[in-house]
């Protein structure tokens, strides 16, 4: 019997890189992605794939039962459920968290409950490292650390991992949980720190950097983090929490310079602005558990990924150019007042 795929918030960047993974490693499954479409998905990421036969999108927010049953009345009986779907920006969620709690913890509750209800075979809750909370200079986060969350977002995430605990331990439900480090590469909507820099830098627009610009993030390429989620689909153990990472650790600082010296854009653009309230010093991912147990391993650096991605955003200057021309000016005159 094939294998249906259920995929929550597929149009968003990290969940259209899976999508594009799996048409291509997994090509007799059945996808359905269930998207609310909120500012950060985007169907234009889908393109390539919209039109596959076994390929169907359900619009509908994972916050009302009714729209989740579609989803799952679209699948097969032989299905499992990769859940990327979230309000996923630390900013915006300092400006408002409402949105994060409504998606990231009811949401979530509301997937579970119907997944629970329908059946499913396997449950891939996607996480963060942001749960952890924040590290000092040395040391990394294990799946052992405590979770103590900072931001709103985070928050909002740590919740939403323990409602999947919950359902695992309480109903015996086969849910299982990544948390991944802070992902790059092509779709990412450009609010977020790697996007935002290469699109200013490329118009000579100022690029802002919070505080000292030394805040320290641990970046993995989108295609490995996709890959890793895959592994745990497949092979993952039920119940069990995953790392994800590929031990690249740079200070915001270096990226930003990076990205002006790939681009020819002289360091003068570089503008210092007010640190983000309550802003996590250093992430950094110990991954040796999947490693061991699923095999996974990161194939890209970073010094290659990241000219990629570069040039990823240079080809794409229309899909650019049609995310910043709408909505998106109004949050960042509210984020960077110009
Ligand atoms: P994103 O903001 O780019 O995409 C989120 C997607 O979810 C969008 O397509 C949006 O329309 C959809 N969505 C939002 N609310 C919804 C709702 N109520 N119902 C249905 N769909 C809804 O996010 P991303 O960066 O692709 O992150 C995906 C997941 O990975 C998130 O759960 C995030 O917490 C996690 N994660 C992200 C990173 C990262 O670096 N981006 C790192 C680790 C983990
Ligand atoms: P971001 O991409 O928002 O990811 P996260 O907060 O989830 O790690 O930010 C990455 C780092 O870049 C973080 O330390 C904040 C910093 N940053 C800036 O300095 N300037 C910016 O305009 C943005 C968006 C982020």
């Not at 997994?26 to 393109?47: C, F, Q, S």
């Not at 000219?307 to 794409?316: A, E, M, N, V």
Request: net charge neutral; hydrophobic share 35%; with cysteine.
């Amino acid at each position: 019997m094939t294998l249906s795929c259920i995929v929550t918030g597929g149009a968003g960047f990290i969940g259209s890189n899976f999508l594009h993974l799996l048409a291509e490693k997994r090509p007799d499954w059945r996808i359905v992605n269930l998207d609310a479409l909120t500012y950060a998905g985007n169907l234009e990421n889908l393109t390539a794939i919209e039109g596959r036969k076994n390929y169907t999108f359900v619009h509908g927010d994972i916050c009302k039962t009714e729209d989740v049953e579609r989803a799952f009345a679209a699948a097969g009986p032989k299905r499992v459920v990769v859940h990327f779907a979230a309000e996923s920006h630390v900013d915006r969620s300092i400006q408002s968290g409402v949105p994060f709690v409504t998606t990231n913890v009811l949401g979530t509750q509301v997937l579970l409950d119907v997944a629970r209800k329908q059946g499913v075979e396997r449950f891939v809750h996607v996480s963060t490292d942001e749960v952890y909370g924040s590290l000092g200079d040395t040391g990394f986060f294990t799946e052992d650390t405590t979770i103590q969350p900072n931001s709103p977002y985070s928050a909002s995430k740590a919740a939403s991992d323990f409602l999947v605990r919950a359902a695992v331990h309480t109903h015996g439900f086969p849910g299982v949980t990544t948390r991944c480090s802070n992902n790059y590469g092509p779709y990412q909507f450009p609010e977020k720190l790697i996007p935002l820099m290469i699109a200013n830098a490329s118009e000579g627009k100022p690029l802002p950097v919070y505080g000292d610009g030394m805040n320290v993030r641990d970046w993995l390429y989108v295609v490995d983090h996709c890959e890793a989620i895959l592994a745990v689909l497949e092979k993952g153990r039920i119940g069990e929490v995953y790392n994800i990472g590929g031990h690249n650790e740079y200070p915001n600082l270096f990226i930003v310079k990076t990205i002006l010296k790939t681009l020819g854009q002289p360091e003068s653009l570089i503008q210092y602005v007010k640190d983000r309230p309550g802003h996590d010093r250093r992430y950094a991912i110990d991954a040796a558990k999947i490693e061991r147990e699923l095999g996974w391993r990161p194939r890209y650096k970073f010094e290659e990924a990241l000219p990629l991605t570069i040039r990823w955003y240079q080809s794409q200057g229309e899909w650019l150019q049609r995310i910043r021309n709408g909505a998106y000016r109004d949050y960042y005159a509210r984020q960077y007042g110009s």
